[in-house]
């Protein structure tokens, strides 16, 4: 028996903050994603969606020095094999955006 919510493609919604707000011109994105995925997919989806965002955020499936992403708001990491579950809250912000 197959559940319709397990076949079911749910977005990561990726929020952004201060200069990668600025350079992808969008404050929020739903990237569609069916398993599990590494941080460092989504940041290279990123890019190809936003090429305003490489080099000066992104370079490749890394962040830049000084950027720093939070995981459903409990912690925050820049490891590019970090797993990212579908339905997952990804915020993308420069390590000095809280002030």
């Known amino acids: 028996m197959i559940l319709l919510d397990d076949c079911q493609v749910k977005p ?4 952004l ?6 350079r992808a ?3 929020q994105i739903e ?3 069916e398993q599990t995925k590494q941080l ?16 000066a ?9 000084g950027f720093v992403v939070n995981l459903g708001g409990q912690r925050f990491t820049t490891d590019p094999t970090e ?3 579908p339905g997952d ?10 002030g």
């Open 12 to 15: 990561v919604i990726i929020e």
């Open 57 to 65: 955020c992104i370079d490749g499936c890394q962040l830049q020095p």
């Open 25 to 27: 011109g969008v404050s």
């Open 31 to 33: 990237i569609p994603v």
């Open 17 to 22: 903050f201060g200069i990668v707000r600025q």
């Open 89 to 98: 809250t990804v915020l993308v912000m420069s390590a000095d955006a809280g």
């Open 40 to 55: 460092g997919d989504l940041l290279e989806e990123l890019v190809q969606r936003y090429p305003g965002l490489h080099d």
């Open 83 to 85: 797993k990212i579950q």
